[in-house]
């Protein structure tokens, strides 16, 4: 198979419309996050420290060097852990939601793949899986107890 029909097949079956799909809800999500860790969360935490703002906190390696002129010789070499955890907070907040989406979606399947459960719509895969393991724990115990009858 060439690498065309490869990808042909790929974009055909869904995955790539799917990712696609993932990736600008993805960008769109972490827009979100970023004003939602720098615009709500970030000041009340900057109020809390004094009016410290994080963004700009960083720990100088080396200070930066100018000449008689005011032209930058050296510059400012610099560790920037304020935005280190505005990262850590945009990312435990993303964390946090998809982990809530997740769970939130594996409950409604479970409850969709229970074939006893009549309130959802049972998938047909599962609901004839279902049967036919109700038809073999049967099919168990018939033989179980013809067994037990000859001996």
Do not use: C
């Not at 990262?87 to 964390?95: H, P």
């Not at 479970?110 to 009549?118: G, L, R, Y």
Request: hydrophobic share 50%; aromatic share 8%.
């Amino acid at each position: 198979m060439s690498i065309l029909q490869e990808f042909k097949e790929f974009a055909i079956k869904g995955n790539m419309v799917d990712m696609a799909v993932g990736i600008i809800i993805g960008t769109a999500f972490n827009s979100v996050v970023n004003t939602l860790v720098q615009q709500v969360v970030m000041p009340p935490l900057s109020l809390m420290t004094n009016g410290i703002d994080f963004a700009n906190k960083k720990w100088i390696l080396r200070d930066s060097v100018a000449s008689a002129e005011g032209d930058l010789v050296i510059e400012e070499v610099a560790v920037g852990y304020g935005a280190l955890i505005e990262s850590l907070l945009d990312f435990l907040i993303i964390g946090l939601t998809i982990f809530v989406v997740v769970r939130f979606m594996n409950r409604f399947r479970k409850k969709a793949e229970n074939p006893e459960d009549k309130r959802e719509v049972t998938p047909k895969d599962i609901e004839l899986l279902a049967k036919m393991n109700h038809l073999m724990e049967e099919q168990n115990l018939l033989l179980k107890r013809n067994f037990s009858e000859r001996k």
